[in-house]
């Protein structure tokens, strides 16, 4: 069974309290929860955006999540590494899942985004 961003959301905020009880419910009874990576990317952004939660309280509930027993990500260790890029390194989680990704293979990104320079252990690469 896949888990959206939204049930997620109402668990970590509380917000609206009725579908916060009903979604913290089911997640405590749940066997099994797949978690894509597009929806960890979408809790990231509406954490930040429409929570306006600072990044390591973004990074805190992901991991949360995460950890929850019946949650399964696809990749755990790109997940985890991922945002620890992007609360550490400063820059959006989508970028940081991509060097984390690129980390993998030849530490190289193709890109224009000058921030993924922060990045020591990967090589930005301008097309």
């Known amino acids: 069974m896949q888990v959206d961003t ?3 959301v109402r ?3 509380g917000s ?9 419910a089911f997640l405590r ?3 099994r929860l797949d978690l ?16 306006r939660q600072p990044r390591p309280a973004v ?3 992901v991991r949360a999540v995460v950890a929850f027993p019946a949650i399964r990500v696809g990749d755990e260790r790109l997940v985890l590494r991922a945002i620890e890029l992007y609360e550490t390194q400063r820059v959006d989680f989508a970028e940081a899942y991509l060097a984390a990704a ?8 193709v890109s224009f985004d000058r921030g993924l320079d922060r990045i ?3 090589r930005r690469i301008e097309p």
């Open 6 to 8: 939204n049930v997620l």
């Open 11 to 13: 668990h970590v905020t």
């Open 16 to 24: 609206p309290a009725a579908q916060a009880r009903r979604a913290t």
């Open 29 to 31: 009874q749940a066997e």
């Open 36 to 51: 894509p990576d597009l929806i960890v990317a979408e809790l990231v952004s509406v954490l930040e955006s429409v929570y």
């Open 59 to 61: 990074a805190a509930v």
């Open 102 to 109: 690129a980390e993998r293979t030849d530490g190289q990104v």
């Open 120 to 122: 020591g252990s990967v």
